[in-house]
């Protein structure tokens, strides 16, 4: 599969305290054609600033101080607010977390849709609100012509989160982030989502990269997932290979934070990983998850553990990774 999107030692830095803070550091991904690929993490993981470096949206003070974002073998980082006014929206669509913070509630759907075909489409009003109800009715919007002429507040939930895929999807993106895009949705209206990711990835060969704190989100849908801690890449992999045998104790916590399906209501809590993700300004020294690891060892609490690749799109920054006969 041909890469579409590749992201190479990316970090992320904002000022504090007279120096600069690395949020993001040394993160590197992968998304092909026609390829879901889930970025996983517990809140303050980074994973959100990734995604917005891709279309350089960083908030400043903020800023790339090293790496490459390259689409389609084109170089991102560098490129000049002009130059990146057509990727974002024209090469990748953004779909925001909360429809209703995102969505413009004093402008029809009809109005903001067809802004955004027109911000990168140049055409006539007319034809521009034709194709935003072709893109309405693809999305399965019920009666899409008389939702052009509402505004955000009278459609439902699942309905205002296909309009902002609408407008992501209105210039005819090749990659589509979508930023923990279930999480404001019920168990029914998520499924619905997500059976939208999978067509569109199938009818329109769209790259997607899936931002999402819910693990059993990413099971269903992604086909390889990165799963973010502190502002590094800890482990990657096909998306069932990583499941069924993860390399690392941050991976095997969120697994086994997740209910079995078809097994009896839990007594009680779920497991839960004791701690919380460490700030950038106060990362312990060695292994950045050491003090919430059940299985750290001595060596854990003084060196950073180095990413250890084990072929075929695996691999995993954990001494626990290494092959045995070195360990």
Known sequence: MSALLEVRDLEIVFPFGGKELAVVRGVSFDVGRGEIVGLVGESGSGKSLSALALL??????????????????????????????????????????????????????????????????????????????????????????????????????????????????????????????????????????????????????????????????????????????????????????????????YTRGLLASLPEIGSPAPRGELPAIPGQVPSAGDLPPGCPFHPRCEMRLAECATSEPEWIDHGAGRGARCVLARPREVA
Do not use: K, W
């Open 56 to 249: 350089g949206l960083i908030p400043p003070p903020g800023r790339i101080r090293r790496g490459s974002i390259r689409l389609a073998g084109r170089e991102l980082v560098g490129l000049g607010e002009a130059a990146l006014r057509p990727v974002r929206g024209g090469r990748i669509g953004l779909v925001f977390q909360e429809p209703s913070a995102a969505l413009n509630p004093v402008l029809t759907v009809g109005t903001q849709i067809v802004e955004a075909i027109r911000a990168h489409r140049p055409m006539p009003r007319r034809e521009a609100r034709r194709r935003a109800e072709e893109l309405l009715a693809r999305l399965a919007v019920p009666d899409p012509r008389r939702r052009l002429a509402e505004y955000p507040h009278q459609l439902s939930g699942g309905q205002r989160q296909r309009v902002l895929v609408a407008i992501a999807l209105a210039a005819g993106p090749d990659l589509l982030v979508a930023d923990e895009p279930t999480t404001a949705l019920d168990v029914t209206l998520q499924a619905q989502v997500l059976d939208l990711f999978r067509d569109l990835r199938r009818d329109l060969g769209l790259g997607l990269l899936l931002i999402t704190h819910d693990l059993a989100v990413v099971a269903g849908t992604c086909d390889r997932v990165a799963v973010m801690y502190a502002g590094q890449i800890v482990e990657c992999g096909p998306t069932a290979e990583l499941f069924a045998a993860p390399a690392h104790p």
